[in-house]
């Protein structure tokens, strides 16, 4: 079975490395030619970017090529020796948790490059190095609480039942309805300043049209999310009764009340679609999927890595592939996703205006530096939208020169 699982990877990782260099290629192709959507010097910005972050992308696939091998071979196995705990849920906590611990080690001196150096380059970061620590010794203090205590209660669900996974699945599928529903407020606690809209004449439209939807929520907040980047952004955030709107103080900047009216109309046409409880429901589907293959391993895949089949190993090894399994299942996912993307859009434009729409999208595309156009494949693989192009045509704009 271990030989399934690595030629699995070899696959996701020649196709990931194709498509980066794809993409790349497109790319630099497209900028000699006339720009279109962006302004001229924003859409040679906006290339030069993703090219960069390809750049970034294709590093990153050879080291985990690389880190992959290194615990398939004797990674698992070393760090297996070195752990002498007799009690099983707590030997599964210190093993899972020093596993994830060393794949963060590992991915550092990437996600530092992106944040300090690419993303200072292209103007969008502002983190400072003492909110970096900051926000990474919060985010570690809530995966050692939390995190373990999740890893906790799978391991003693693998431990008590036969059809472990079964259960295993309701027992994760619940945390990640939970986490969706206290993100808002855990944000709002230890990461973000939330405060009411300043602008009160914005608050007065946005309820007016949430109201005109039925769509309830705790209320319309503004984030200071510029200390970090200057990136524009907007989301609905929570569930149920934690339900809210959230700005980042960067939009509320930057675009004009009927071009953040006509963003979040976009927005709440994913809600009157349905489309909140869809994704649910997929993501549901997958990760039943999931434990279905990973509660089901035979004990010669462990053998074979040097493992005993506890609830530490099957675990880790869930970690380790997953993601390539998500890799193949994302093309089916995306184009749901982007075809949803039409529907809230339609929805969108027919709240506020198509116009308002389109130069809402115009706005986030030049600050936001996304390049407009992408190889067939790319999208294939990574686009949950609809590349800008797409979007725009279908809202009747036409994208000729940009001026």
């Given amino acids: 079975m271990l030989e399934i699982f690595i030629i699995g990877y070899i696959l996701y990782y020649v196709i990931a490395v194709y498509t980066s260099i794809s993409q790349k290629n497109f790319v630099k192709s497209a900028m000699k030619k006339t720009a279109v959507i962006l302004e001229k010097d924003k859409y040679t910005e906006a290339g030069h970017y993703s090219m960069d972050k390809e750049t970034i992308s294709l590093i990153s696939h050879c080291y985990d090529l690389i880190l992959f091998l290194f615990w398939i071979v004797f990674g698992l196995e070393l760090l297996d020796q070195a752990i002498n705990i007799e009690n099983g849920l707590l030997k599964a906590i210190v093993f899972v948790d020093l596993f994830i611990i060393i794949n963060w080690i590992f991915g550092l001196p990437f996600e530092l490059y992106s944040t300090f150096k690419l993303d200072k380059d292209y103007g969008f970061s502002n983190m400072t190095f003492s909110l970096y620590v900051k926000d990474t010794i919060k985010t570690g203090f809530l995966f050692l609480l939390f995190g373990s205590a999740v890893i906790a209660g799978i391991s003693f669900i693998i431990k008590s039942f036969d059809t472990w996974w079964i259960w295993g699945f309701v027992f994760i599928f619940a945390i990640l309805i939970l986490i ?55 989301y609905f955030g929570g569930l149920g009764s934690t339900k809210r709107v ?158």
């Fill in 180 to 234: 969706n529903m206290l993100y808002p407020i855990i944000r709002d606690k230890m990461f973000d300043k939330f405060e009411p809209l300043k602008d009160k004449e914005l608050e007065s439209k946005i309820e007016k049209l949430l109201s005109g939807v039925g769509f309830k929520s705790s209320g319309v907040f503004q984030i200071d999310a510029s200390k970090r980047d200057n990136r524009l952004n907007a």
């Fill in 246 to 403: 959230v700005l980042y103080d960067t939009l509320v900047e930057k675009l004009t009340h009927n071009e953040l009216l006509a963003v979040l109309g976009h927005e709440l046409g994913h809600f009157k679609n349905g489309d909140i409880i869809k994704n649910i429901g997929i993501m549901g589907l997958v990760l039943f999927v999931f434990f279905a293959i990973f509660g089901n391993l035979s004990n010669e895949l462990f053998e074979t890595l040097h493992l005993t089949n506890e609830p530490y190993s099957i675990i880790v090894l869930f970690l380790i592939f997953s993601p390539i399994l998500s890799f193949f299942l994302m093309p089916l996912i995306s184009a749901i996703s982007r075809h949803n993307e039409y529907a809230a859009d339609e929805f969108g434009s027919n709240l506020s205006s198509k116009e308002d729409l389109v130069s809402a999208l115009l706005k986030l595309a030049n600050e936001n530096k996304s390049f407009p156009l992408s190889h067939p494949i790319y999208v294939f693989f990574y686009y949950s939208h609809p590349p800008l192009v797409e979007r725009l045509k279908e809202l009747g704009y036409k994208s000729g020169d940009s001026t």
